[in-house]
Structure formats: C-alpha cells, structure tokens
C-alpha cells in the first residue's frame, strides 16, 4: 500500500512569490491534515479536512495560505505571497475518521528567501 | 490551554546504553498521548500511543512508555539503544476523539559509537 506521498519535495523562493503544495493521502483515508513545522519545532496544524469539507481552519493565515481538497481525495495547500516567516517543513498527513493514528509523508521543505 | 513540553532538545546516549526521552503535558483532563519518530528525510512515524489502562505501554522497535498521572507525564524509554535510533523524537497529546494533536517541540537522538 502506498504511503502519503508529497510534492515537490523542496522550494526556494523569493519573498513575495506563489507556490503550491500537494498532497496524495493513503486510499481511503478521508481524513486529510496539514501542518507547518518551522525548524527544530514540533508540527503546527494549519487546516484538516473530513472528505472534501474543512473541519478546522482556524490556524491557516487565511490572507495568504489556502488549501482545498476538491474531491476528497488529493489536497493542495497554496501560499499567495509568501513570507522569510514561512520558511519552514509543510507536512501532509491522513488517516480514517475515528482513527488515532495519523500517517504522515515526507514533507515539502520550503525556503523563503 | 494544552501544552506539550519536550525539555531536552538534544540527548546523547552510546550504543548499548539506555534511554529515556522526558514528556510533560498540561491539560485539565487525560488526553490521548502519542510518541512519534522523525527520520531524516522521512515522515512522522508512530511509535506508540496510550489511552487508559496499564500505564506502560509498549511499541515498536523495543520503545516503550510510562504514563504518570501524578507526574502529567509520559516520557518514552529504550533498554538498549542502537545506531538505527539516531532520529528526532515527539510526543503529541489530543484532547478529543477528532484527535486533533497538540505536538512538543521534539528532542534529538544522537548515538554515540
């Protein structure tokens, strides 16, 4: 079975540039989550989705970070203008609604210059 | 509010010797309380999780954990340690069945030859 696969696995930006995230969960899965891990920090949520409706958003800096999940199944989390403030590890992860554990992909390192 | 607290950011230990990675957390109510492993240039894996019960509970790869009540903790030990260890560690608590988590800001494993 495949594992939560990410892309692209690396960014580099100027401040003020587009860039977007995507993400494949596990089939099935239909619990969908995004988190920003600046350096040597432990995971923050940004948004989590139940199928295709976002269930907690209330951490996504809403004037320049979006995220949809159109179809319940892929998900792309997008950063308007980004920010040296962003720069950090973005990870995917999904799992089964009422199940505990989350699985996680590799991540997107992004760096904001 | 919640909070997860790692207080060691970096631990050293030899090949062979034990372990114990420290996690306290603060919360009105028992959460849910996870331990996750990061890899370089991998995902979040689980190790381990408690949620009632015997309070050591076993995982993967020789790790186990101890909750204390009394103590808010749930730090996670190892009998013997082996290179492959080598990896940044993180205990998560959720609060709620939606398992949202709340993550600690991680402690890095670094094993001596």
């Known amino acids: 079975e495949a594992g939560v696969t990410q892309s692209p696995r690396y960014a580099v930006l100027q401040e003020g540039q587009a860039v977007s995230f995507w993400c494949d969960p596990i089939s099935g899965h239909d619990t969908l989550y995004w988190y920003q891990q600046p350096r040597d920090q432990g995971p923050q949520l940004l948004v989590y989705?139940?199928?295709?409706?976002?269930?907690?958003n209330s951490q996504l800096p809403s004037d320049r970070f979006s995220a949809v999940r159109p179809k319940g199944t892929n998900s792309t989390l997008k950063i308007q203008s980004a920010k040296q403030g962003d720069t950090a590890t973005y990870l995917c992860a999904s799992s089964l609604a009422g199940q505990d554990t989350q699985y996680f992909g590799p991540g997107t390192r992004l760096l904001v210059l | 509010a919640q909070s997860v607290t790692q207080p060691d950011a970096r631990v050293t230990v030899s090949e062979g010797a034990s372990l114990q990675l420290r996690c306290k957390y603060s919360?009105?109510?028992?959460?849910?309380l996870f331990w996750y492993v990061q890899y370089p240039r991998q995902g979040l894996q689980l190790l381990l999780k408690?949620?009632?019960?015997d309070p050591v509970v076993q995982g993967v790869n020789g790790f186990e954990a101890e909750f204390s009540k009394s103590n808010s903790s749930f730090h996670l030990r190892k009998a013997s340690v082996h290179w492959s260890d080598s990896a940044v560690y993180f205990c998560?608590?959720?609060?709620?069945?939606?398992?949202?988590?709340?993550w600690g800001s991680g402690t890095k494993l670094i094993i001596k030859p």
């Open positions: 919360s009105s109510v028992t959460p849910y």
């Open positions: 989705f139940r199928d295709e409706a976002v269930i907690d």
């Open positions: 998560a608590v959720s609060m709620n069945s939606n398992y949202q988590l709340i």
């Open positions: 408690y949620y009632s019960g």
